[in-house]
């Protein structure tokens, strides 16, 4: 057995099962992991091809789920934060083996909000406005309840999901759905809602607005913008920081991107994917 999964499991108490072939992803469940470095497991966990796994990790009586897909290239992490944006996570399972990478997908009530009972209350959040203590603050209050406790809580939760589940990741790139003609590429316009978090867009008439990259980096935005895709440049410096992985990637210097496309554009999404993949290639090599 290997050596990091021997000492997890004396020292940690969880259990591992490892998937190597056929065996049914519902199988495959590690137990009471709020402790558990994924680090040094999962991602370096890379002598079986196409490991499965699923941690737990516990919002007080709650539990939410990560499931884990890896294949042997193990810089590019593939993440889905919000549960009700199956497209996306439809679209990297089907190109899994052509893009490779590690492909993490949540699994908590099916919604966009998660919801948890502490004390005897109910409070909601959105997972990707977490990664900074304004963050939580603003979405506890936007879903209707905030206490100090509720923030530690969900403080650690996000330093898992950073500091453990992404530790190794060289490129995250988020895997998200939109609802049509609400979120878009149009967002990021002139007097869009959001025109002060970008530097530069790109927009290609033929293409759905819906469908369009959210990046950090030039380059790939630049590589982007070649394929005539709709793509979005934060700017790194200006943008608002309301608690979304993309800044918290900034600030640590890890590119980030976000593929983000309308329910149900599977085909567009596996585009995108595939695209994304030489553009990663590209960048790479420079
Ligand atoms: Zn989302």
């Known amino acids: 057995m290997d050596r990091i999964v021997k000492t997890i499991l004396f020292n940690l108490t969880i259990f591992l099962f490892i998937s190597c072939g056929n065996t049914p992803i519902e199988d495959l469940v590690i137990e009471e992991s709020n402790n558990f470095t994924i680090s040094d497991t ?44 199956n497209t996306s996570v439809e679209a990297a399972r089907s190109v899994f083996n052509e893009i490779g990478g590690t492909l993490i997908e949540i699994q908590a009530q099916g919604k966009r909000l998660i919801s948890f009972n502490s004390n005897k209350n109910i409070y909601k959040f959105d997972p990707n406005r977490i990664f900074s203590k304004n963050g939580i603050k603003k979405t506890l209050s936007a879903c209707g309840r905030y206490s100090q406790n509720s923030h530690i809580i969900i403080q650690e939760f996000a330093s898992f999901i950073v500091d453990s589940l992404l530790i190794n990741a060289e490129t995250i790139v988020t895997l998200h759905n939109n609802s049509n003609l609400r979120y878009s590429i149009n967002s990021y316009k002139k007097d869009g809602k959001y025109e002060k978090d970008a530097l530069k867009i790109n927009i290609n008439p033929n293409h759905d607005p819906d469908d369009f ?53 599977l085909r567009e999404q596996i585009d995108m994917l595939l695209v994304l993949q030489e553009v990663l290639n590209k960048t790479n090599e420079r």
């Open 42 to 85: 999962v991602i370096n966990h890379i002598q079986i091809p196409r490991d499965t796994l699923s941690v737990v990790f516990k919002l007080e009586n709650d539990k939410v789920f990560f499931k884990i897909y890896e294949s042997k290239i193990k810089n590019t992490i593939y993440f889905n934060i919000h549960d009700n944006e």
């Open 213 to 265: 990259f959210y990046v950090t980096d030039g380059n790939c935005f630049q590589l982007l913008k070649e394929k005539k895709y709709n793509a979005v440049l934060q700017d790194n410096k200006n943008v608002s920081d309301d608690g979304s992985l993309s800044i918290n990637c900034s600030k640590m210097k890890i590119q980030y991107i976000n593929v983000e496309a309308e329910h149900g554009h």
